[in-house]
């Protein structure tokens, strides 16, 4: 994945995904509430207000509106600076109407948060911290700053100052707490949507290969009883043209031609896959193809297969998904990057369940981080030696997640530990004091050979394209 599309991927510039239209529309509706809560205080109330300063202070929100109504598109999305301009306009209307209305002593002075949660939600942090920061100037100067509210008697309306302190402190700390929160979680829900897209490329990817395999290994099988018969007819035709020099040598050239494409077709495909053998294979098959591309990295892998002491000893054939053997190779891929020399893959079946754990000789998960392994985008200060093991690695748990979301889809369970760990079974040898992670299935959800998920045995049918 490159530069471009991760950057793409993490959603840095998410601010420019808010269309101008919403914001139009959310400042229609703030507009429409200060209308009503002038008019009921005015009316209902007898409240008296500096009402040309009012409208006016409504009259420019609707102003603003008007003309992004009428310069812009429909359809345009807003930069970070629009946004931020727009956010920026909309606090500081709302702050001139709290200090035409008496200020804090207005209960609607707790909207100035509306401005804040925003920019958390869709804005850089740098924008948020000057929304955020101005915001609380804005509080402050309210606090002591406005002009007070007068009944029709001319009495004027305004909560104890202990009140009005209590009204400061509150929406301060609430600026501050609702900044931070917004924003926090609108990170973590932006992470999971980038490495859920993330996973669903690598998914896709995978499955354009295995579709690739398929057509490739299918299309081998199939020409070949005709290219056998090209094989057996031509070199008929050769035994009976020796009288025939010239055409001899052409039927000499068409059984040629046809070994050629025998062994094309022998060469693009993988040995033991054709047609609806594509679709399962025994599981120490699909252990191997996940760690093929890692075989010749300058570490040892052990496999190992074997049966429960209560299982049948013949070894189960499981579907070929592709979140299966993508999920499985990346785990791989994470025990041969930090092992020392040797990684070990055991594979172990029951009636019940199939399992495979993944174990290594490196350092091990960092023990403060087994809670969170699987989170994406998550980074750790990284030492010398790590940098040595894995050069250029960002670090960013993106590749365990991916792996994770993918063998829990197909219905696996996962667990993450260290050999080392004192609370590990004692069938995990010394040397085995690595990473370790065990990978559960429910045998009824990748046997391939029993149950809902058995692969149907028969006539090839054709493969779409």
């Given at each position: 994945?490159?530069?471009?599309?991760?950057?793409?991927?993490?959603?840095?510039?998410r601010?420019?995904?808010?269309?101008?239209?919403?914001?139009?529309?959310?400042?229609?509706v703030?507009?429409?509430?200060?209308l009503?809560?002038?008019?009921?205080?005015?009316h209902?109330?007898h409240?008296?207000?500096?009402?040309g300063?009012?409208?006016?202070?409504?009259?420019?929100?609707?102003?603003?509106?008007?003309?992004a109504?009428?310069?812009?598109?429909?359809n345009?999305?807003l930069?970070?600076?629009?946004?931020?301009?727009?956010?920026?306009?909309?606090?500081?209307?709302?702050?001139?109407?709290?200090?035409?209305?008496?200020?804090?002593?207005?209960?609607?002075?707790?909207?100035?948060?509306?401005?804040?949660?925003?920019?958390?939600?869709?804005?850089?942090?740098?924008?948020?911290?000057?929304?955020?920061?101005?915001?609380?100037?804005?509080?402050?100067?309210?606090?002591?700053?406005?002009?007070?509210?007068?009944t029709?008697?001319?009495?004027?309306?305004?909560?104890?100052?202990?009140?009005?302190?209590?009204?400061?402190?509150a929406i301060?700390?609430?600026?501050?707490?609702?900044?931070?929160?917004?924003?926090?979680?609108?990170?973590?829900?932006?992470?999971?949507?980038?490495a859920?897209?993330?996973?669903q490329?690598?998914l896709?990817?995978?499955?354009?290969?295995?579709?690739?395999?398929?057509?490739?290994?299918?299309?081998?099988h199939?020409?070949?009883?005709?290219?056998?018969?090209?094989?057996?007819?031509?070199?008929?035709?050769?035994?009976?043209?020796?009288?025939?020099?010239?055409?001899?040598?052409?039927?000499?050239?068409?059984?040629?031609?046809?070994?050629?494409?025998r062994?094309i077709?022998?060469?693009?495909?993988?040995?033991?896959?054709?047609?609806?053998?594509?679709?399962?294979?025994?599981?120490?098959?699909?252990i191997?193809?996940?760690?093929?591309?890692?075989?010749?990295?300058?570490?040892?892998?052990?496999?190992?297969?074997?049966?429960?002491?209560d299982?049948?000893y013949?070894?189960?054939?499981?579907?070929?998904?592709?979140?299966?053997?993508?999920?499985?190779?990346?785990?791989?891929?994470?025990?041969?990057?930090?092992?020392?020399?040797?990684?070990?893959?055991?594979?172990?079946?029951?009636?019940?369940?199939?399992?495979?754990?993944?174990?290594?000789?490196?350092p091990?998960?960092?023990?403060?981080?087994?809670?969170?392994?699987?989170?994406?985008?998550?980074?750790?200060r990284?030492?010398?030696?790590?940098?040595?093991?894995?050069?250029?690695?960002?670090?960013?748990?993106?590749?365990?997640?991916?792996?994770?979301?993918?063998?829990?889809?197909?219905?696996?369970?996962?667990?993450?530990?260290?050999?080392?760990?004192?609370?590990?079974p004692?069938?995990?040898?010394?040397?085995?004091?690595?990473?370790?992670?065990?990978?559960?299935?429910?045998?009824?959800?990748?046997?391939?050979?029993?149950?809902?998920?058995?692969v149907?045995?028969?006539?090839?049918?054709p493969?779409?394209?």
């Open positions: 994945m490159n530069d471009l599309s991760f950057g793409f991927l993490r959603g840095q510039h601010s420019n995904w808010i269309r101008l239209r919403t914001l139009i529309l959310l400042r229609w703030a507009i429409v509430g200060q009503i809560a002038i008019l009921v205080a005015q209902f109330y409240i008296q207000l500096e009402l300063l009012c409208y006016l202070a409504i009259g420019a929100s609707v102003f603003g509106n008007l003309t109504i009428f310069v812009f598109p429909e345009k999305r930069s970070e600076s629009e946004n931020f301009l727009m956010v920026l306009f909309d606090l500081l209307q709302l702050a001139f109407l709290l200090f035409l209305t008496g200020g804090l002593n207005n209960p609607f002075a707790l909207l100035l948060l509306a401005p804040v949660t925003i920019s958390a939600s869709v804005m850089s942090l740098r924008s948020t911290l000057i929304i955020g920061s101005t915001a609380i100037i804005l509080v402050s100067l309210l606090a002591g700053f406005h002009l007070p509210l007068r029709e008697t001319g009495s004027i309306l305004r909560v104890p100052d202990i009140f009005l302190f209590g009204n400061w402190t301060v700390i609430a600026t501050l707490f609702m900044g931070v929160y917004s924003r926090r979680i609108t990170s973590e829900m932006h992470s999971m949507s980038d859920l897209a993330a996973t490329m690598a896709s990817r995978e499955q354009q290969l295995t579709d690739l395999g398929g057509v490739v290994a299918a299309a081998a199939e020409l070949g009883t005709p290219l056998a018969t090209i094989k057996l007819a031509s070199a008929e035709l050769i035994e009976e043209l020796n009288d025939h020099p010239d055409l001899r040598e052409d039927a000499a050239l068409i059984r040629q031609q046809a070994d050629r494409c062994d077709l022998r060469d693009m495909g993988r040995a033991g896959k054709d047609d609806l053998h594509l679709r399962q294979a025994p599981l120490s098959a699909v191997n193809e996940a760690a093929e591309p890692h075989m010749n990295r300058g570490k040892f892998i052990h496999f190992e297969e074997q049966p429960d002491q299982s049948d013949q070894q189960p054939s499981v579907l070929r998904k592709p979140e299966i053997i993508h999920g499985l190779r990346n785990l791989i891929q994470n025990g041969v990057d930090f092992a020392r020399a040797n990684v070990w893959i055991e594979a172990i079946w029951t009636d019940d369940t199939i399992s495979i754990r993944i174990m290594d000789d490196g091990g998960y960092p023990p403060h981080l087994i809670g969170r392994i699987g989170d994406p985008f998550m980074r750790r990284r030492s010398d030696a790590g940098h040595a093991a894995r050069p250029g690695y960002e670090g960013m748990g993106l590749g365990l997640f991916i792996a994770k979301t993918l063998l829990e889809r197909s219905g696996a369970q996962l667990t993450f530990t260290n050999g080392s760990d004192y609370l590990q004692t069938n995990i040898s010394k040397e085995r004091s690595g990473a370790v992670v065990e990978v559960i299935w429910p045998r009824n959800a990748i046997d391939a050979q029993a149950g809902d998920n058995a149907p045995m028969g006539q090839n049918q493969i779409r394209i």
